[in-house]
């Protein structure tokens, strides 16, 4: 990245690493047919935020304290997982209503207090509505070291229960078979993906966090049926898009980092969707008239 400026090096490493470490929990939810389960841990965080800006307010901080928004920001995703599994055991509701329910109501919360955060003295400075769309931009060495770290955690619980999750993805019920714990596995799961979607609040964006959780994974899903390659293939395209939206960004200032790096993803998903060897458009085409 030799000829840019040192904030525009920081913003790409950052989104390369949140890009690789959504790729990675994008594939264990995409496995496990919970893609929709990232955008109700994204929705969730909204009030976690808005609650954690007013504490801080109470406790006579600034409000705008990273630390203490990431926080809240987990704690939203961890209520959020509580209420869904809480719903779904107590009224026996599908995953997919149960997640919707979580959704509507968190982001219907978290809006009502941005709503009133904004409408006070301090809250057009605080800056909270940035966490909804992103903001690249706005990033700094710290938010690129917390990228790095939950990257490497996840790599390096993914590494250790290679086996166990694997198990967990293609044949739950044979897992629990040879007696491994897939509740604890599922925890483990919903927890690597709240990790991800908290530490790309700041370059993507609760709303788009999504799309780059699953797209890369989707896009690794084509291109081949084996667990560990997927995983790999799924980071490389999440952090390959995370440099190449945060580079077009740069060239052209008033497009979002955050929309741009999921337009990048879209755009390597597409061509996964064409290009891929066994499962494209082209290769169908061809077996279908060889």
Request: charged share 10%; proline share 3%; hydrophobic share 60%.
């Given at each position: 990245?030799?000829?840019?400026?040192?904030?525009?090096?920081?913003?790409?490493?950052?989104?390369?690493?949140t890009?690789?470490?959504?790729?990675?929990?994008?594939?264990?939810l995409?496995?496990?047919e919970?893609a929709?389960?990232?955008?109700?841990?994204?929705?969730?965080?909204l009030?976690?935020?808005a609650?954690?800006?007013?504490?801080s307010?109470?406790?006579g901080?600034?409000?705008?304290?990273p630390?203490?928004l990431?926080?809240?920001?987990?704690?939203g995703?961890?209520?959020?997982?509580?209420?869904?599994t809480?719903?779904r055991?107590?009224?026996?509701?599908?995953?997919d209503?149960?997640?919707?329910i979580v959704?509507?109501?968190?982001?219907?919360?978290?809006?009502?207090?941005?709503?009133?955060?904004?409408?006070?003295?301090?809250?057009?400075?605080?800056?909270?509505?940035?966490l909804v769309?992103?903001?690249?931009a706005?990033?700094?060495?710290?938010?690129?070291?917390?990228?790095?770290?939950?990257?490497?955690?996840?790599?390096?619980?993914?590494?250790?229960?290679?086996?166990?999750?694997?198990?967990?993805?293609?044949?739950?019920?044979?897992?629990?078979?040879?007696?491994r714990?897939?509740?604890?596995?599922?925890a483990?799961?919903?927890?690597?993906?709240?990790a991800?979607?908290?530490a790309?609040?700041?370059?993507?964006?609760?709303?788009?966090?999504?799309?780059l959780c699953?797209?890369?994974?989707?896009?690794?899903?084509?291109?081949?049926?084996r667990?560990?390659?997927?995983?790999?293939?799924a980071?490389?395209?999440?952090?390959?898009s995370?440099?190449?939206?945060?580079?077009?960004?740069?060239?052209a200032?008033?497009?979002?980092?955050?929309?741009?790096?999921?337009?990048?993803?879209?755009?390597?998903?597409?061509?996964?969707?064409?290009?891929?060897?066994?499962?494209?458009?082209?290769?169908?085409?061809?077996g279908?008239?060889?």
């Amino acid at each position: 990245m030799l000829g840019l400026d040192h904030n525009t090096q920081v913003v790409a490493a950052a989104a390369a690493l949140t890009g690789a470490s959504a790729g990675l929990a994008g594939s264990l939810l995409t496995l496990r047919e919970r893609a929709l389960l990232g955008d109700a841990l994204g929705h969730a965080t909204l009030p976690g935020i808005a609650l954690a800006y007013m504490v801080s307010l109470w406790l006579g901080g600034s409000g705008r304290e990273p630390g203490i928004l990431l926080a809240g920001a987990a704690l939203g995703g961890i209520a959020g997982l509580a209420c869904l599994t809480a719903i779904r055991r107590a009224a026996r509701l599908s995953d997919d209503v149960a997640m919707a329910i979580v959704l509507g109501s968190f982001f219907g919360f978290g809006s009502a207090l941005l709503t009133l955060i904004q409408s006070s003295p301090q809250g057009h400075a605080a800056g909270l509505a940035t966490l909804v769309t992103g903001h690249a931009a706005s990033m700094i060495t710290e938010d690129a070291i917390v990228a790095a770290s939950i990257a490497g955690i996840c790599i390096a619980v993914i590494a250790l229960m290679s086996k166990e999750l694997r198990l967990l993805c293609f044949d739950e019920a044979f897992a629990r078979v040879l007696g491994r714990r897939t509740a604890w596995l599922d925890a483990l799961v919903l927890a690597i993906a709240t990790a991800v979607v908290v530490a790309g609040l700041r370059s993507v964006g609760l709303v788009l966090i999504v799309a780059l959780c699953i797209m890369p994974a989707a896009a690794a899903r084509l291109l081949t049926d084996r667990f560990g390659r997927m995983l790999t293939i799924a980071a490389a395209l999440g952090a390959a898009s995370g440099v190449a939206g945060t580079l077009v960004s740069a060239s052209a200032p008033d497009l979002p980092a955050g929309a741009c790096i999921v337009l990048a993803a879209a755009a390597l998903f597409a061509a996964a969707v064409v290009f891929a060897p066994r499962n494209g458009l082209i290769a169908r085409v061809r077996g279908a008239h060889p």
